[in-house]
């Protein structure tokens, strides 16, 4: 089993990125780790650039998100984490696969056509052969699963696509005329339910860093005052808290709050409210406060420590860097040989 994930570097990383993304590559690496399976994970970098963006941004979240994934478990010895930039095999396979990859698949990726909106005329060509490079990234390791959320299974199938044209048409024969394939089709698969992280101050907008109000959020770099302080003051409702889930309906911000309550204590919601139902938000929102304190600050304090660390990130850059060139040189060399490339 080898497993290939990506996210785009960003920077404030806060609650929801913790919940919703970083969480799910710990919890895998542990899992695909206990199978004696390899765990890739890559900062997007590459296709950063496909949206407008400020370069010096984009290199000081790199190296944040880098700081983040460690302080929140992610193990540059067990798991291979890298940047795609010092990989440039993933660019050299992407362009290998613009050649087997059709317009009128890209034409019809929903991303890009959400993305690019009404002006496709001035969207980049990175946007639009995005998944060209994501089909890549995961087909050079000869990826055999990929985690993917909802709006990521149409280019995984795309991966597919591109995998299973790219064996009919160039695929070496063995000494039995029978083909070698050379890429793995990459199976999805479907992460658990991430949870979805609402606002402090609105139940009904995620909790995201461009939230004016620093108050909706709690930042990975909050110490413990903060957050106690963040958590007192989150927008709720007169009402007592519900015994059961269903009491939750119509109330988003309450829901919010029992919902980080629950995956803070890796216990269900129910669980939640029947230890509080009937408490009011002056008894639960202390507690919550406590368990969000106790599970954050040892996060934080790596995280503070290692972001400043610029010579230790660059060198767990590097040396994941170096991991993924070595897995991903031997699926480049076949790819060049069957298109009959000379090299
Ligand atoms: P933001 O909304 O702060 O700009 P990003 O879009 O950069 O966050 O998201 C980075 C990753 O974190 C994505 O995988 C996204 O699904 C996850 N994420 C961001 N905000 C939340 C949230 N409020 N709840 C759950 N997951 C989130």
Redesign the pocket.
Known sequence: MRIVSG?QP?GNL?L??Y???IRNWVSMQDEVAAQGGDSLYFLADLHAISMPHDPATLSANTREMVAALVACGVDPDRSILFNQTQVPQHAELQWLLNGTARMGWLNRMTQWKDKAGKNREGASVALFTYPVLQAADVLLYQATHVPVGEDQKQHLELARDIAQKFNNDFAPKDENGEDVPVFTLPAPIIPPE????MSLRDGSS?????DPSDMARINLTDDADTIMQKVKKAKTDPEPLPSEKEGLEGRAEARNLVGIYAVMAGTTMEAVLSDFGGEGFGKFKPALGELLVEKLAPINARFVELRSDRGALDAILRKGSEKARALAVPTLDKAYEALGLVR
């Open positions: 996210i960003t806060h929801g990125n919940l919703g993304a991430a949870a979805r992280i995620k909790m995201s860093k461009s």
